[in-house]
């Protein structure tokens, strides 16, 4: 079993606006990785779902990949 990034690394807020650590949780299609494949803990999934939308919303991260 995968240890939480966020938990391992001690950071306490998902941030919308950090785009390199988000993009490690997306797969090349753009959709976001599961907990099964991404290995994080259930509170920081629903944190870094809302964060990777938002990011979205901003135009930060793709919606679609390539």
């Given at each position: 079993m995968k240890q939480?990034?966020?938990?391992?690394?001690n950071i306490k807020l998902v941030d919308y606006?950090?785009?390199e650590s988000l993009k490690k949780f997306i797969d090349p299609l753009a959709r976001v990785l599961?907990?099964?494949k991404s290995g994080t803990c259930a509170k920081h999934q629903r944190k870094l779902t809302i964060s990777i939308k938002r990011a979205r919303f901003l135009a930060l991260l793709p919606f679609i990949g390539r």
């Amino acid at each position: 079993m995968k240890q939480c990034y966020f938990c391992t690394n001690n950071i306490k807020l998902v941030d919308y606006k950090d785009i390199e650590s988000l993009k490690k949780f997306i797969d090349p299609l753009a959709r976001v990785l599961s907990r099964r494949k991404s290995g994080t803990c259930a509170k920081h999934q629903r944190k870094l779902t809302i964060s990777i939308k938002r990011a979205r919303f901003l135009a930060l991260l793709p919606f679609i990949g390539r």
